[in-house]
């Protein structure tokens, strides 16, 4: 990395942490800002500015938290003043809580009939509203948690220049997931293959039935899932080899994932894919499951890019 990544990586990761609505006009002003009080460190010094330099020089400037709170009002959750006695208070109430529910548990049989007796209402608050109530509880302890190790360890809150190019997970995480895709087309060829491996071709006849292709989706849209699945292989392969993403490649694998998707939907809606009602309904699930989580992946990217622009 030069000096000018190291300072696009820290511009990137402050203008994350703003409103999206002021995220490209914080992010040109702040990297205007940087380059010209580096370019001014840099000829003091005598030298050229290089990324050791404008590591330095941006861990000086400040953790990209702390500059982006210059840049928009201040929210206070809990009053400073009683931010010790409020995480005290969670912590000691969360676990005489824990403790109790515990020794209950483990006094008492749960009687699954006392359900009966309860009224919707009462359901609801007991299963939904008062449950509900330790997800803030266990963020508050989180953060405090982690405030306290930074004023405690301000080294672990160093910041550290992260390349646009990089490969989210390391090179090990593409490798799974080219194991996934191979698993994938495997299934997709012959899922009854699972069965033998399985059971060494044992397996009831019903089995084998709920496992079985409608010859609709084998002539329709299995091809298609076949060919885009194969096509993502040498697209994770090459970035394996080069251990980092182009933005051409990039670009590339998105358009790809996007048409498995649709192809996914299309299946879906299409008609059944397996011959047995339970093995479609299973099939079709998971599939919805796979096109929800990659489009949400998608849409996090997309929410998460910034583009320093001046207007």
Not at 24 to 42: G, H, P, T
């Amino acid at each position: 990395m030069n000096a000018n990544d190291v300072i696009e990586s820290y511009v990137t990761d402050v203008a994350l942490q703003l409103p999206r609505r002021q995220r490209n006009d914080v992010a040109f002003e702040l990297r205007a800002l940087l380059n010209e009080e580096l370019q001014a460190r840099a000829e003091a010094a005598g030298r050229g500015a290089d990324a050791a330099m404008a590591t330095e020089f941006l861990g000086a400037f400040g953790r990209p938290a702390e500059v982006a709170a210059r840049y928009r009002p201040t929210l206070t959750i809990i009053d400073p003043a009683d931010g010790r006695s409020f995480l005290r208070a969670t912590v000691i109430g969360m676990a005489v809580i824990w403790i109790l529910g515990l020794v209950g548990s483990l006094r008492q049989p749960i009687d699954s009939g006392g359900w009966d007796l309860l009224s919707v209402a009462g359901h609801w608050w007991g299963s939904a509203v008062i449950p509900s109530l330790w997800w803030p509880g266990m963020l508050v302890v989180g953060f405090g948690t982690a405030a306290w190790v930074r004023r405690r360890w301000p080294q672990s809150g160093a910041w550290k220049p992260r390349a646009g190019d990089r490969i989210e997970g390391g090179r090990t995480a593409l490798v799974l997931g080219l194991i996934g895709i191979v698993c994938g087309i495997y299934v997709l060829i012959e899922p009854r293959w699972l069965l033998d491996v399985v059971w060494d071709g044992r397996a009831a006849p019903a089995a084998y039935e709920a496992l079985t292709y409608t010859e609709t989706f084998r002539q329709r849209q299995a091809p298609w899932l076949l060919a885009l699945l194969l096509l993502n292989i040498p697209i994770l392969a090459t970035v394996v080899v080069q251990g980092r993403w182009s933005a051409g490649m990039r670009r590339f694998a998105t358009a790809m994932g996007l048409a498995t998707c649709a192809a996914m939907v299309w299946t879906i809606v299409d008609g059944p894919v397996l011959m047995t009602p339970s093995g479609d309904g299973t099939a079709k699930g998971l599939m919805g499951l796979i096109v929800a989580i990659s489009l949400l992946g998608y849409a996090i990217q997309a929410y998460r890019r910034v583009r320093p622009a001046p207007g």
